[in-house]
T-cell receptor
Framework: GQQVMQIPQYQHVQEGEDFTTYCNSS?????IQWYKQRPGGHPVFLIQ?????EVKKQKRLTFQFGEAKKNSSLHITATQTTDVGTYFC???????????FGKGTKLSVIP | ETGVTQTPRHLVMGMTNKKSLKCEQH?????MYWYKQSAKKPLELMFV???????ENNSVPSRFSPECPNSSHLFLHLHTLQPEDSALYLC????????????FGEGSWLTVV
């Protein structure tokens, strides 16, 4: 079956440093979504990528979908303490309501 | 305000108790979900309802019993739970088929003693 691996599991950075989390699939994905969960909070949708090679930006966040649609990344430039939380990638199969989440990358930012 | 409201936010129950979690979505969506989040399994899908019909049941033990009376309301009935069932239970909703954004409620923190 389809498997999505998310790495790293944890990342500690100094404030101002960059951060990247990756999701890698064993098979081609139709689309991929990214969510952020603040400590004590609930997952909140960030973005969806659909097209091969797609790149989207939200301020300091850059999202990429690989050419083969098997991997995706979220890059944060110059992290701030407000970036703290767990970042999840998620995907669903065609025609399915089931959204499968990666295990998440927990980001800590040291001020 | 997420558009998905869950009650109670915190629940402590004994292993012989019967309790229910409630979820209501105000987004006009047709699909609703229950997810379980614990330290061992970050986000684990439990049940999916589409137009109040159950479409997915991910091998969830029968001590968890969902109920979806209409597209806006979802319940999770709990009985004879185990301490390992302690977790954050997240309700969510979405519109349409795969690839649509899922909107989560703030969750219900459940502790089984």
């Amino acid at each position: 079956g389809q498997q999505v691996m998310q790495i790293p599991q944890y990342q500690h950075v100094q404030e101002g440093e960059d951060f990247t989390t990756y999701c890698n699939s064993s098979t081609t994905l139709s689309n991929i979504q990214w969510y952020k969960q603040r400590p004590g909070g609930h997952p909140v949708f960030l973005i969806q990528l659909v097209k091969s090679g797609e790149v989207k930006k939200q301020k300091r966040l850059t999202f990429q979908f690989g050419e083969a649609k098997k991997n995706s990344s979220l890059h944060i430039t110059a992290t701030q303490t407000t970036d703290v939380g767990t970042y999840f990638c998620a995907y669903s199969g065609a025609g399915s309501y089931q959204l499968t989440f990666g295990k998440g990358t927990k980001l800590s930012v040291i001020p | 305000e997420t558009g998905v409201t869950q009650t109670p936010r915190h629940l402590v129950m004994g292993m012989t108790n019967k309790k229910s979690l409630k979820c209501e979505q105000h987004l006009g969506h047709n699909a609703m979900y229950w997810y379980k989040q614990s330290a061992k399994k970050p986000l684990e899908l439990m049940f999916v309802y589409n137009f109040k019909e159950q479409t997915e049941n991910n091998s969830v033990p029968s001590r968890f019993s969902p109920e979806c009376p209409n597209s806006s309301h979802l319940f999770l009935h709990l009985h004879t739970l185990q301490p390992e069932d302690s977790a954050l239970y997240l309700c969510a909703s979405s519109q349409g088929s795969s690839g649509n954004t899922i909107y989560f409620g703030e969750g219900s923190w459940l502790t089984v003693v």
